[in-house]
């Protein structure tokens, strides 16, 4: 099996669209991880408040739920690379502006939670997309690979980037954080510019006509095949419960462990590494245990040492939570593409992605709620707290989830 995957991976990167694509997720991931690593410093060292970090990442994850589900909705009938170009180009004007007000010193907490905004819009783009144009190039035989592949290595992105955001902030500042994302969006501009009409979409694109109808079609879609439902309430899981966790890296490593921006890079680092070895051995060996067992229990362990983390006290058993965290979370996140894509009907993937992004969006509650907590508890406790909520929730979906535990199932 890890020769079949490694050889579709060698495969896929003979494919001038894909290297294209794949490149345009990697330099978007980099500026999404640095900015929010270099930006959560930022905010704690300003205004002192866990509530005012976590509000940046709830400012980043609303328009995933305001415009999720209309994105994905269009990218069936419109061109989704298009769709990627503008929203290149509108992580590049955002950042490089951003970067030019903190360098001259126009700019404050404000400023860079309107940025923090226009990366939500970029990120809302990623899944119904650039993941369903993967999935459209990949085909049937080499989608887990693909998907996982792609997941995996954006995976890294979340290990080099906070990493690299920790060193710009210590040596230029948040202005030169934003800089270097401003640049790297070009760069993802440049590469999905290039994609032929062989990595657009698998399926003929269509008038942008009867676009209430379709919207209101996804949601009946849900809303009668339970499968598919619980595969959405997973994600909610995910980002109200588990996601949160990231930002608190950066709270605990400062109130708790009393590291520098550099070391809380490091640290916050380590996550996206356990991600990137968790998600690059499920691409290679393409493991037969089940696509839902996968997603659903990185949830489950990824709380399980969430929970655990909130109790270290010193810098190296809360490091390797965090790496174990990583490892856990790979399972989820490789299989939230692929089942997505498998379940949906062909002519509706990009508009089950989009309510992918909108569950992926309730992540802003998750925000506010853990910052909530934050601030009458510590970074510590809320992860402690939150943790185990999301735990009670997830169990509670895993029950009665026939296709989750019947071995038919992939």
């Known amino acids: 099996m890890a020769m079949i995957g490694a050889g579709q991976i060698v495969g896929l990167f003979s494919d001038a669209n894909y290297r294209r694509i794949w490149l345009t997720g990697m330099a978007s991931g980099v500026c999404r991880w640095l900015e929010m690593l270099a930006v959560g410093v930022y905010a704690f060292e300003t205004t002192g408040s866990p509530f005012l970090v ?21 990218a069936d009938r419109l061109s989704p690379r298009r769709f990627m170009v503008v929203g290149m180009a509108i992580g590049a004007l955002a950042s490089g502006t951003i970067s030019i007000l903190l360098f001259l010193g126009l700019a404050g907490y404000k400023t860079v939670a309107v940025g923090a905004v226009a990366a939500g819009f970029v990120w809302t783009l990623d899944m119904p997309l650039r993941r369903r144009m993967i999935g459209d190039l990949a085909g049937k035989e080499r989608l887990v690979t693909a998907l996982s592949f792609d997941s995996a290595t954006n995976h890294s992105t979340r290990a080099f980037g906070p990493l690299l955001g920790g060193i710009l902030y210590e040596t230029v500042g948040v202005a030169g954080a934003f800089g270097l994302t401003a640049s ?14 062989g990595g657009s979409s698998g399926a003929p694109v269509e008038p942008a006509t009867k676009v209430l109808a379709d919207f209101r079609e996804s949601f009946a879609l849900v809303a009668r095949d339970g499968d598919i439902r619980r595969i959405l309430l997973v994600t909610i899981v995910f980002n109200v419960w588990a996601l949160p966790f990231l930002p608190m890296i950066p709270v605990i490593g400062s109130e708790t462990l009393q590291l520098s921006a550099g070391w809380i890079g490091a640290l916050a680092a380590l996550e996206g590494l356990g991600a990137f070895l968790g998600g690059l051995t499920i691409a290679v060996t393409n493991p037969r245990i089940g696509m839902r067992r996968l997603y659903f229990f990185g949830v489950f362990f990824f709380l399980i040492f969430a929970f655990l983390g909130g109790w270290m006290t010193s810098v190296l058993p809360f490091a390797i939570c965090v790496l174990l965290i990583g490892i856990s979370g790979a399972g989820f996140s490789a299989m939230q593409s692929t089942l997505t894509y498998s379940v949906a009907p062909p002519n509706m993937r ?33 992860v402690r707290i939150v943790a185990v909520q999301g735990l009670i929730v997830l169990v509670a979906i895993g029950v009665g989830w026939h296709q989750l535990w019947n071995r038919q199932y992939v």
């Open 54 to 74: 976590a509000l940046l990442v709830i400012l980043r994850l609303l328009p995933l739920v305001l415009l999720g589900s209309v994105v994905g909705t269009l």
């Open 350 to 382: 990009s508009r089950l992605f989009g309510l992918i992004v909108l569950c992926i969006g309730t992540g802003l509650f998750g925000v506010f709620n853990i910052g909530f907590i934050a601030e009458w508890f510590d970074g510590a406790t809320s």
């Open 184 to 197: 790297l969006y070009l760069v993802g501009l440049i590469s999905i510019a290039g994609v032929g009409n």
